[in-house]
């Protein structure tokens, strides 16, 4: 994995979302210093996310903040991940009544998301960026430096109330008093590499091949590699670099600089026609897992919350639609209304069976001249059912 990743991750108390570039606006650092007290007592105070902010939490391809804020549940996301399937069926089984939002975060965010809350961006205040005068250097640069975004435990509002990530970039998702977390599944590691690369006529590298080979990755990540390749990097003494995405350090790969290690939906994701990737034997799979921030002690999380919380749960699980467990589903609550329905025709159906054996019985006794006597018979079972019934 890059090295970006690696120092990005971390626990929230350890690694804040508190860079350079996020930072919070808040909108009445401008006011007119004639303004009155009283409008100052009764002006909301709002803290508005920066643009720059939003860049460093979420990918280009996310839905708009105002989008996301008329969802109900929101689930991010790593790149490369794939969690399509679960997202269908959540619009199959409850689309028609609780909106999901699909939030894809950039490499190693899936944490920060938890922890972010989610603010509209003030359009007011881009206009008035652009309209205002200029101002001395010194001014215009005490303006730009804003107070760092509070990093909450349990945001009342987060960018995602799940993530799903790779607990080899972000440790802190394993934390188990901080965090749920479910295991979704393994990747099998790969290793990315020049298509013309001798190791190519391998359909699998084992680890010792990769002996004299520099990896574009700190060896400490990789411990098997760390063993068998340490007399050669101690000779050779190259630098790995530093603070590069996974899409950067593969653009170094195809530059001929180095190999690359990663999970294989990475590789797939970042496809390269120059590139390829062959299974590496003797190391350890990926896990990604599902993770959501246990609740403060005394503060639980609202019923309704929870309930939405433990369906999503359910459908990673593998629950089906007919299950007892969780909300009513869309085909749950199909099922029913038509059961009812059909409870409902065959009760009617034999209720005009009754009526019809009833009056068919009094036509024939009318008929055959029993009519009087039919009629005592018919008050006597009527004065026997009422007092059953009594």
């Not at 210093?33 to 939003?54: C, G, I």
């Not at 590691?189 to 690369?197: A, E």
Request: hydrophobic share 35%.
């Amino acid at each position: 994995m890059s090295s970006s990743a690696s120092s990005t991750a971390g626990t929230p108390e350890e690694q804040p979302v508190n860079d350079s570039a996020l930072t919070a606006i808040d909108p009445e650092q401008n006011a007119p210093e004639n303004a009155t007290d009283q409008v100052e007592s009764e002006a909301p105070t709002r803290v508005y996310l920066h643009p720059e902010q939003l860049a460093m939490i979420q990918t280009p391809e996310a839905l708009p903040v105002p989008v996301l804020q008329r969802s109900v549940l929101r689930i991010s996301y790593v790149p490369a991940i794939m969690p399509g399937k679960w997202f269908n069926r959540w619009h199959e089984r409850f689309g028609d009544r609780v909106q999901l939002a699909e939030v894809p975060v950039r490499e190693a965010r899936g944490l920060d998301s938890l922890h972010q809350d989610l603010c509209l961006i003030d359009p007011a205040l881009n206009s008035a960026e652009e309209t205002a005068p200029e101002a001395p250097a010194e001014v215009s640069a005490e303006a730009t430096e804003h107070a760092p975004i509070e990093r909450k435990d349990v945001p009342e509002n987060p960018f995602a109330h799940m993530s799903i990530v790779r607990p080899d970039r972000e440790p802190a998702s394993t934390d188990g008093e901080k965090y749920h977390s479910i295991r979704l599944y393994e990747e099998l590691p790969v290793v990315i590499l020049p298509v013309d690369h001798v190791l190519t006529v391998l359909d699998e590298v084992p680890v010792e091949e990769l002996a004299e080979e520099f990896l574009l990755q700190p060896a400490s990540d990789i411990p098997a590699y760390e063993e068998v390749s340490r007399a050669w990097r101690e000779s050779a003494g190259r630098i790995v670099p530093e603070g590069l995405t996974d899409k950067e350090t593969i653009e170094l790969v195809a530059a001929g600089v180095g190999l690359y290690i990663v999970p294989m939906s990475i590789a797939r994701f970042y496809h390269r026609k120059d590139l390829t990737y062959r299974p590496v034997a003797g190391l350890d799979t990926y896990p990604v897992h599902l993770v959501w921030p246990r609740a403060p002690k005394g503060e639980p999380r609202s019923e309704e919350l929870e309930a939405l919380l433990q369906d999503f749960i359910g459908i990673v699980r593998g629950r089906t639609a007919t299950s007892e467990r969780g909300s009513e589903t869309r085909q749950a609550r199909a099922e029913r209304i038509a059961a009812e329905k059909a409870k409902e025709k065959a009760k009617a159906r034999a209720a005009n069976a009754r009526r019809e054996a009833r009056d068919k019985k009094r036509a024939n006794a009318k008929k055959n001249g029993n009519a009087r006597q039919h009629a005592r018979q018919s008050a006597k079972a009527a004065s026997a059912r009422r007092g059953k019934k009594r």
